[in-house]
């Protein structure tokens, strides 16, 4: 098949792929988690219901690929503020409270409790590890950040404390949170 051909079929096939998570996701948030079916799915995207399960086996398959695709989303988002430059520390409380923001915002749903047992949140969690811990590292060699613990250990740390974002009121809340994180990974004098 010609080039372009190929290119227009997986332009098409990405286009129903992501038309179908949207109205998945879409419906759950109107009418809940066990109110979707596959048919009310292909309807809201405007495809046939053969051709759905074409992409997807069912409404579950398709709101694990739904929030894998989120997951990378919020991932690069904490790239991209992670290389909008400054100190390491700076850099760190950035990523920090752009990830507690990100908790925050997807708190406790009945949703979050069916989608956060796949092994796509184990990879993106083993990733945010490192990429915390990367950070952890660049602030140690710099002296703002303490040398004391091991950086696999502080990532922990990190991240275990700021799931309690969450469970938190209001965004002051959150940058309250993040303040107490920081100041537990300040070097020791």
Known sequence: MPKL???????HRRAVR?????????????????SVTMSQIAQETGIGRAT?????????AILVAWH???????????????????????????VLEAYA???????????????????HVARAQRHLQDFI?????????????RDDFAPDELASYCLHALT?????PSKEAVHRLVTVTLAGLRPQV
């Open 101 to 119: 923001l990100i908790s925050h915002r997807h708190h406790g749903t009945e949703l979050a409790a069916l989608l956060h047992r796949g092994e």
């Open 164 to 168: 309690a974002a969450s469970s938190l």
């Open 18 to 34: 992501d038309a179908t998570l949207d109205s998945a996701a879409a419906l759950v948030a109107k009418r809940g988690l066990a």
């Open 68 to 94: 894998e695709r989120q997951v990378s989303s919020h991932l690069a988002h904490l790239v991209e503020v992670r290389d909008q430059g400054g100190t390491p520390r700076e850099r760190l409380k950035a």
């Open 133 to 145: 811990r990367d950070l952890l590292i660049e602030g140690t060699k710099s002296g703002e950040i």
């Open 5 to 11: 051909w190929n290119e227009t079929i997986e332009t």
């Open 52 to 60: 759905l399960y074409k992409y997807f086996p069912d409404v579950e």
